[in-house]
T-cell receptor, first 113, second 115 residues
Framework: DTGVSQNPRHKITKRGQNVTFRCDPISEHNRLYWYRQTLGQGPEFLTY????????KSRLLSDRFSAERPKGSFSTLEIQRTEQGDSAMYLCASSVAMNTEAFFGQGTRLTVV | AQKITQTQPGMFVQEKEAVTLDCTYDTSDQSYGLFWYKQPSSGEMIFLIY??????QNATEGRYSLNFQKARKSANLVISASQLGDSAMYFC????????????FGTGTRLKVLA
């Protein structure tokens, strides 16, 4: 068990480009969360998967954002037509049950130039 | 709506001394969970300690303890015998007790341990 893995760790992209991040949760963790963290702030909830089903999306998740979790294993977060305001750390977390702590990955730091 | 407030943007502590990081919360739920996470410069959020709202005793995990005062809605983190490796951001969080059980985080406190 290597913990929650996120790739890439860093991504620099030009405004208007599309980017995709990947999260591999701890095996057998059926609950998966995406959070976004901007400088000086705590993580903010973006979306939640239980197995392959996306059960909640935050208002922060505009139409340019899409997340998937095929087969209930890894998850991807795609941002289309990136904007400078998308620059942030994107964190993934997983947990095995609703009453257990969530384990976080090291995040993907996105910089839009 | 649930809310977490951390009023200390930054704290300094001398190595080997104890430090308290403040956290207050707001919720109308009777059952809830409170967490503290550590975030070093590498970015990973590391789980430190958990307190359930019905737990009668304050949680402890090694050098970490949670000073839980339910009536005051506070859940302060106490780090004893500070080490240089404790320098990091610390986040207090509350977990929802229904729906997706997502976490609501505070803005964090940056702790610097001085040699």
């Amino acid at each position: 068990d290597t913990g929650v893995s996120q790739n890439p760790r860093h991504k620099i992209t030009k405004r208007g480009q599309n980017v995709t991040f990947r999260c591999d949760p701890i095996s057998e963790h059926n609950r998966l969360y995406w959070y976004r963290q901007t400088l000086g702030q705590g993580p903010e909830f973006l979306t939640y998967f239980q197995n392959e089903a996306q059960l909640e999306k935050s208002r922060l998740l505009s139409d340019r954002f899409s997340a998937e979790r095929p087969k209930g294993s890894f998850s991807t977060l795609e941002i289309q037509r990136t904007e400078q305001g998308d620059s942030a750390m994107y964190l993934c977390a997983s947990s095995v049950a609703m009453n257990t702590e969530a384990f976080f990955g090291q995040g993907t730091r996105l910089t839009v130039v | 709506a649930q809310k977490i407030t951390q009023t200390q943007p930054g704290m300094f502590v001398q190595e080997k001394e104890a430090v308290t990081l403040d956290c207050t919360y707001d919720t109308s739920d009777q059952s809830y969970g409170l967490f503290w996470y550590k975030q070093p410069s590498s970015g990973e959020m590391i789980f430190l300690i958990y307190q359930g709202s019905y737990d009668e005793q304050n949680a402890t995990e090694g050098r970490y303890s949670l000073n839980f005062q339910k009536a005051r809605k506070s859940a302060n983190l106490v780090i004893s015998a500070s080490q240089l490796g404790d320098s990091a951001m610390y986040f207090c969080a509350m977990r929802e007790t229904s729906g997706t059980y997502k976490y609501i985080f505070g803005t964090g406190t940056r702790l610097k341990v001085l040699a």
